[in-house]
């Protein structure tokens, strides 16, 4: 929650700010000499709803009740069917001009200042008139379907370790257990999702508190936004994390507390990378599996996948061939039938989606033709003789000139100690950006009726809180517990007067 110029937005304490709707609005405008203020077309009674004028934004219920998922996602200007839409302002900015504000909260839309940043056509469209730019990592709509929301895709060829992107900072929450959550209170279970257990970033342990097991830890960027491939997976995070101060100590700098002193956490391609190929991790079966509706791409489930294709699938299309019910538009309805299964099926799951009957006997038909030759059967099949992995791939390829217009770039800045005292480490450009480039995109971890609660941190009364006394604020005899909150609040956005915690978990910088 921070306040001020978003180029030098820093807290200089570790005390916590809460901004008024004004100033939130301040944060997605951006510094230089092209600063302004909103002009008249949008009143202040509109402030609150500009607090997140640079996301666009979507509720939706999950299934389970006490808990809501919010997507979040900078829109650019693109066309899109009949509408277009407007550029956003990006978390953080290098743009030297104001960009107009879309807001969509619900059903409410609110809209700023006009923008030169595209060229209308005479369908009514708005086409974006900057130039391309290179990229090599980008965020966009994953391959894996609708369940899966964004993926990440890297824009140039990598090779085995290779690091992916730009070395991570680390968050720690030192004082939340994984999966543990305030008594009574469900809201943070999403979080679950996007945090490891503190030993994976080599957090300090604090044995003087007796909290050895009780640390978790918040690695936001590439590791955070990848999609999970079980045993499929091209990419891994290799933890681990550098413990850095930027120079500042405890005993004399206020700013020592306000930002993570854990940084450089890596991710590395463990094969070679084609340019346009999503990435994926593999976070292993311990959960994912029990999500419905995810594709579930275990080697022992793939297995079952391909034992349905070939030996019972296409063995039966082929057994009745000479049929003449059985047309292509037949074969193309029974095999949407099998992909649209209506119960719960792990391995149809991995079919191939938006694939023609016709392609898929095609790749079989190969598929079975060497294995004749190798004298291999479904069993074991894998590798490039699997058809079920096979499709799996080549459908998570995009073209980059897709990821252009779908995606955003991941890779426009990288972090490294800011110029700014007390203020950490920052973010630098990585090449030349026109003004109007969106360079910060990040979606968002929603804690929406218990945020700051979830984040809430309670020391228990201590012998050494009794002896050295604060009257005014621990009771009788320094007894009453003290609370304070994560250093993860410090890198999210709310409001004093919503329960409502946003916290950005793409690319992120101190």
Partial sequence: MRTGNPASVRFHSPALRDPTPSSFHTNFRTAG??????????????????????????????????????????????????????????????????????????????????????????????????????????????????????????GKALRTDDVVNFPEIAIPLLFREWGEHVEGIADGALWDRYIWEGEVADLETYTDRNRIDNRAVFVPGVGCTVNSVLDMNNIESTHGSTYDTAGLHRSRDPGTGAFSPYHSALTTAVTDIAPGAELFASYGDYWVPSIPGVQVTLDEVLDVT???????????????????????????????????????????????????????????????????????????????SSVARQFIREQSIRDLAWLDEHGYCQDHLRPGRSTLPQAGRGAFATRNLPAGSVVGYAPLIHIGLHGREVLRITYPPSEHDHHVGNDDNDGENGTTPRTSYDLVLNYSFAHRNSTVILTPYGGMYN
């Fill in 33 to 154: 000499d092209a600063m302004s203020t909103s002009k008249g077309a949008v009143n202040e009674t509109t402030n609150a709803s500009k607090a997140f004028g640079c996301f666009q934004q979507s509720i939706e219920e999950q299934s389970y009740p006490s808990t809501l998922s919010l997507t979040s996602t900078l829109s650019r200007p693109q066309s899109k069917g009949s509408h277009s839409m407007v550029r956003t302002r990006p978390l953080v900015s290098l743009s030297l001009s104001l960009l107009p504000t879309l807001v969509r909260l619900g059903t409410t839309s609110v809209t700023a200042d006009a923008s030169a940043d595209c060229t209308v056509q005479l369908d009514g469209t708005c086409v974006s008139s900057l130039p391309r730019l290179e990229c090599g990592v980008y965020m966009a709509p994953s391959t894996l379907g609708e369940d899966t929301n964004l993926g990440i895709y890297t």
């Fill in 306 to 384: 391909e034992d349905f294709l070939q030996n019972d699938l296409y063995e039966f299309v082929q057994s009745h061939r000479d049929a003449d019910a059985l047309t292509p538009d037949v074969k193309e309805a029974l095999f949407a039938f099998v992909k649209d299964f209506p119960l719960p099926n792990q391995p149809f799951s991995n079919l191939p989606r938006n694939v023609p009957w016709a392609d898929v006997e095609r790749a079989i038909h190969e598929a079975g033709t060497h294995r004749k030759h190798t004298d291999t059967t479904t069993d074991n099949v894998s590798g490039e």
